[in-house]
Nanobody, 127 residues
Framework: QAQLVESGGGLVQAGGSLRLSCAAS????????MGWFRQAPGKEREFVAR????????TYADSVKGRYTVSGDGAKNTVYLEMNSLKPEDTAVYYCAALGTPYYRHSPTTANAYDYWGQGTQVTISS
C-alpha cells in the first residue's frame, strides 16, 4: 500500500525558516494533488496548503498565506512546504497527504479529501 514520509521538521526560533519534504514510499501510485495539514496539541487537524498537479493551482490557509509556499513534482509524488517568518503558533505536527483520484471528492481543504497520509513531522517554533 502506498505511503508518504515527511521530513525536515525540527526546532526553529520565531522568525526563522524551515523546509518540509514529503515523498512516496513503497508501491508507486499516481497522485493528482498533494497537500499539507497540521495538528497542534489539543486542536483538530487543520489545512495548511495544497497543490493540484493538473493546472498547478495552489491553495493556502489564511493563517499561512504569504509566509508558506507549496511546491512539488507530481511525477515523483513529492511535495515541499517552505515556511518563512515562523511563529510560535505554527508549532504542530505537519502531515502531508496525496489525492489518488483524478478529482476531489470533498473540498481540498478538508482532510477526508485525501487518500494517502504520512506519519507527520514535528515542527516546533520557540518564542
Amino acid at each position: 500500500q502506498a505511503q508518504l514520509v515527511e521530513s525536515g521538521g525540527g526546532l526553529v526560533q520565531a522568525g526563522g525558516s524551515l523546509r518540509l519534504s514529503c515523498a512516496a514510499s513503497g508501491r508507486t501510485f499516481s497522485s493528482y494533488a498533494m497537500g499539507w495539514f497540521r495538528q497542534a496539541p489539543g486542536k483538530e487537524r487543520e489545512f495548511v496548503a495544497r497543490i493540484h498537479w493538473t493546472g498547478g493551482s495552489t491553495t493556502y490557509a489564511d493563517s499561512v498565506k504569504g509566509r508558506y509556499t507549496v511546491s512539488g513534482d507530481g511525477a515523483k509524488n513529492t511535495v515541499y512546504l517552505e515556511m518563512n517568518s515562523l511563529k510560535p503558533e505554527d508549532t504542530a505536527v505537519y502531515y502531508c497527504a496525496a489525492l489518488g483520484t483524478p478529482y476531489y471528492r470533498h473540498s481540498p481543504t478538508t482532510a477526508n479529501a485525501y487518500d494517502y497520509w504520512g506519519q507527520g513531522t514535528q515542527v516546533t517554533i520557540s518564542s
